[in-house]
C-alpha cells in the first residue's frame, strides 16, 4: 500500500505527476522538493515569451500555493536534495532535513552546460526565471548579443533578441544548426531561416577564446573572427543533475536509466523527466529527451505507475520552437534516416519534410504545417510505412494512410 510519495524535483514532471496522483484519487502524503524558490513552472517560454516580455511570471506558473495547500501537496523549495538513496527511497536535504516515502521518483532535471573558459560579468545562461529577467533587462535596441550554440534555446534567444532589436551573432561549431536533431537537410533549412531572420550564423567554427573588457567582451572563433559583444550567451546543452543519486542500485551515466514505464531498477523508484534515459522499444536502445511534452507525458505515467498501473509512455517524442514569426514542429526520431521526403515549399519555409528509415516514417519536421505534423505524429507511432508520393502530394489526405495500415 503506498501511502506517501515525493518527487526530487519540482519542475514540469514532478507538477504533471502531482496533479496526476490526486486526479486519480490518491489521499496520501504527496511532498515536491525542489532546489528553486518558486512553485512549479514552464520553462520554455523562458526563451521566447518571457524573455520578450509578453508573458509574466503568473502565466508560468504550472501549480499555485493555493492549489496545493487544498489539495495537500507539500512544497519543500529552495532546499536542494543533496542526497538522494534510492534504495531507501529517502532524500537529504541541503536545509539539514531528510525524507522518506513509500514511492520515489527522481525528477531532478538538468542544468545548462558550461563551457570551460567562458566565464565573466557578461556571460549568461538561461535555465531559470532569474536567468530569463537577467538576459531580457540586456536584450535592448542596439545590442551586441553573441550566442554559442544553435540548439533550440539558442536558436530562440537569437529570435528573441533580434525581435527586440539586438544584433545577434550565432556561433555554432558543427555544420549546421540542429543537423544532428533534424538531419542535413533541415539543418541547412534551419541555417536559411535563421539568416532570413537576420541573425549573422557562423557554423562550423569554435569558439576559442573569451575576454572582457571596460567596454564588453570579445569572443574569438577557430575561423579568425574576433566577435565584440555586449553580452554572451550560451546554449551548450544540458547536464542531467544526477549527483546527488548515491548508494548502490541505479547507475547515473547520462541520465537516470528505466523501463517504458519510469521504472528504475530500485523498486519503487521511478524516473521522469530530463533526467530520465528511457527505454524505447521501437529504437532498440534509452534516449534522455529534453521537451515539455516528454516531462508531461512521463510524469503521469510515472504517477499512474505509482499507484499500481502499468501506463507506458510510447509515444514518438513531440516538440516545438517559435521563432522568427514561424512554428517550428518535431516529432520522432530524424536520426538514421535514409530518404527524406518533402510536402510543401521549403524554399517559402512552409513544409513537412518525412524522415524515413528502411520505408517506415520515423520522423517528421514542419514550419508552419501543424496539421500534417499532428498526423505524421500518429503515423510514426503506428509504425507505418506510406507511399512515399502520397506523403509529397499537396492534394493527397494524409489521414487516409491509416486506412492501408
Known amino acids: ?79 536542494a536534495a543533496t542526497a538522494i538513496r534510492p534504495a531507501e527511497r529517502s532524500l537529504e536535504l541541503a536545509d539539514g532535513s531528510s525524507l522518506r516515502a513509500d514511492a520515489l521518483l527522481i525528477a531532478t532535471g538538468g542544468r545548462p552546460r558550461r563551457l570551460p573558459g567562458i566565464e565573466g560579468d557578461r556571460v549568461r545562461y538561461l535555465r531559470t526565471i532569474e536567468d530569463a529577467d537577467r538576459l531580457r533587462a540586456e536584450l535592448r535596441p542596439g545590442a551586441r548579443v553573441v550566442v554559442i550554440g544553435a540548439g533550440f534555446v539558442g536558436c530562440e534567444v537569437a529570435s528573441t533578441a533580434i525581435d527586440l532589436g539586438a544584433q545577434v551573432t550565432l556561433v555554432e561549431q558543427a555544420g549546421r544548426p540542429l543537423g544532428h536533431v533534424l538531419g542535413d537537410l533541415m539543418g541547412d533549412v534551419m541555417a536559411a531561416l535563421l539568416r532570413t531572420g537576420g541573425v549573422d550564423l557562423r557554423t562550423g567554427e569554435k569558439v576559442e577564446g573569451y575576454a572582457e573588457t571596460a567596454s564588453g567582451a570579445v569572443v574569438t572563433t577557430s575561423g579568425g573572427a574576433s566577435l565584440e559583444a555586449d553580452v554572451v550567451v550560451v546554449g551548450a546543452g544540458m547536464v542531467p543533475n544526477v549527483e546527488a543519486v548515491t548508494g548502490a542500485g541505479i547507475e547515473t551515466a547520462g541520465g537516470i536509466p528505466a523501463d517504458e514505464y519510469c521504472r528504475t531498477s530500485v523498486d519503487g523508484v521511478y524516473a521522469a523527466g530530463d533526467i530520465a534515459l528511457q527505454w524505447r522499444p521501437e529504437l532498440g536502445r534509452r534516449v534522455r529527451a529534453e521537451h515539455f511534452d516528454n516531462a508531461n507525458a512521463q510524469g503521469m505515467a510515472a504517477a499512474k505507475n505509482i499507484l499500481g498501473g502499468k501506463s507506458a509512455h510510447t509515444a514518438p517524442p513531440w516538440f516545438w520552437s517559435d521563432q522568427f514569426g514561424r512554428n517550428l514542429q518535431h516529432a520522432g526520431h530524424c536520426d538514421g534516416a535514409d530518404r527524406v521526403v518533402v510536402r510543401g515549399r521549403v524554399e517559402d519555409f512552409d513544409f513537412v519534410a518525412f524522415h524515413l528509415a528502411g520505408g517506415v516514417l520515423r520522423g517528421a519536421f514542419a514550419v508552419d504545417r501543424g496539421g500534417d505534423l499532428a498526423v505524421a505524429r500518429q503515423l510514426i507511432g503506428a509504425g507505418a510505412a506510406p507511399d512515399p508520393d502520397v506523403l509529397r502530394d499537396e492534394d493527397a489526405d494524409l489521414t487516409e494512410i491509416f486506412d492501408t495500415l
Open 1 to 79: 500500500m503506498i501511502e506517501s510519495v515525493v518527487v526530487a524535483g519540482a519542475g514540469q514532471t514532478a507538477a504533471v505527476a502531482a496533479r496526476t496522483l490526486r486526479r486519480r484519487g490518491f489521499e496520501g502524503r504527496v511532498t515536491l522538493v525542489g532546489a528553486e524558490p518558486h512553485v512549479p513552472y514552464q520553462r520554455p517560454p523562458l526563451s521566447k515569451e518571457y524573455l520578450a516580455g509578453e508573458d509574466g511570471r503568473d502565466e508560468l506558473y504550472l501549480l499555485t500555493p493555493d492549489w496545493c495547500a487544498s489539495n495537500g501537496v507539500e512544497l519543500r523549495l529552495g532546499a
